[in-house]
C-alpha cells in the first residue's frame, strides 16, 4: 500500500475545523502542489519533499479513531492539493470508507473538476471544492471557498449532481 505525505506530524496536520466544510470536522493536511497559487493560505505545503511520509493504514486507522471518538460531521481533505497524490489518497479513502461508509468527505483541490488528473477518487468524495484560488476575485461571503471562480461540487458516485 502507498504511502501518503502529509504537512508534518499527524497531530499537527489533522485538526478540527469549523470553516472547511459544515459542522466540526477533521482537515487533513497533505504535502505537494502543482498549482502554486498567488496568495495561497498555506505555500509550506507546496513541496511534496519537505512533508512527512506516512502509511496509508496508519493514517486511516488514526482518522478512524479520531472520528469515533468525537462529534465530527465529516472529514475534509486540503493542503497542498489533496488530488496531487491521488493513488496513496484513493488508498486512505477506501480504507476509511470501508470502516464508516457514511462518513462525509470534502476535498479541496486547484484542479477543476474536469482536470482532475485520476477520476477514479471522485466515487469517495461526497463534495469537491475545485479550482485554483485566484487572489484577485476573493469574497469574504463565499461560504466555504477562498475565491469567486471556486466551485463547490456536490457528488455521488463521481458525478456532479448540484453546483454552488
Wanted: charged fraction near 25%; hydrophobic fraction near 30%.
Amino acid at each position: 500500500m502507498n504511502d501518503i505525505v502529509l504537512a508534518g506530524t499527524l497531530d499537527d496536520c489533522v485538526i478540527e475545523s469549523l470553516g472547511d466544510g459544515p459542522g466540526i470536522r477533521l482537515v487533513i493536511f497533505t504535502n505537494g502542489c502543482p498549482h502554486r497559487c498567488k496568495g495561497c493560505h498555506n505555500p509550506r505545503t507546496w513541496d511534496i519533499n519537505k512533508g512527512i511520509k506516512y502509511p496509508v493504514k496508519e493514517v486511516a486507522d488514526y482518522l478512524i479513531n479520531k472520528y469515533r471518538a468525537g462529534r465530527y460531521q465529516g472529514i475534509t481533505l486540503t493542503g497542498g492539493d489533496p488530488l496531487y497524490q491521488t493513488d496513496a489518497l484513493y488508498a486512505l479513502l477506501s480504507l476509511v470508507r470501508r470502516e464508516i461508509p457514511d462518513i462525509n468527505i470534502w476535498c479541496y483541490t486547484g484542479y477543476t473538476y474536469e482536470e482532475v488528473p485520476d477520476k477514479k477518487i471522485l466515487p469517495l468524495i461526497n463534495v469537491l471544492v475545485d479550482g485554483k484560488f485566484d487572489q484577485d476575485k476573493t469574497h469574504p461571503r463565499k461560504k466555504f471557498r477562498g475565491s469567486n471562480n471556486q466551485n463547490i461540487l456536490y457528488l455521488v458516485d463521481g458525478k456532479v449532481t448540484k453546483v454552488e
